[in-house]
């Protein structure tokens, strides 16, 4: 079991910035790839980031490449996504997310899931 647990979301301003950070527990947090996915009102939850368990390579939607780092500290057991530039359209609930041998880009690819913290971007 892998216990994740998401903070740094809030209110800010287009044009802003913001670091969510993901806690992790329980199994060894080196061993697992992690990812960042995001639900808005009414919307299907969206890959956002990811990055792999072995060598740091990360992977991005396009509406957020550019904008969105996707960074791991093993040491600390701790997942980040510093996000700037932000758009409303970000606007969503930010999931943190850690798999084993799943594909980094869909839902199904994931073995353990955070609780979420909201993000919201006023224009």
């Known amino acids: 079991q892998v216990q994740l647990v998401e903070s740094g979301g809030g209110l800010v301003q287009a044009g802003g910035s913001l670091r969510l950070s993901c806690a992790a527990s329980?199994?060894?947090?080196?061993?697992?790839?992690m990812g960042w996915f995001r639900q808005a009102p009414g919307k299907e939850r969206e890959f956002v980031a990811a990055i792999s368990w072995n060598d740091g390579s990360t992977y991005y939607a396009d509406s957020v490449k550019g904008r969105f780092t996707i960074s791991r500290d093993n040491a600390r057991n701790t997942l980040y996504l510093q996000m700037n530039s932000l758009k409303p359209e970000d606007t969503a609930v930010y999931y943190c997310?850690?798999?084993?041998?799943?594909?980094?880009?869909?839902?199904?690819?994931?073995?353990?899931w955070g609780q979420g913290t909201q993000v919201t971007v006023s224009s």
């Open positions: 329980g199994r060894t947090f080196s061993n697992y790839g």
């Open positions: 997310a850690a798999r084993l041998r799943g594909y980094y880009r869909i839902i199904s690819g994931y073995d353990y």
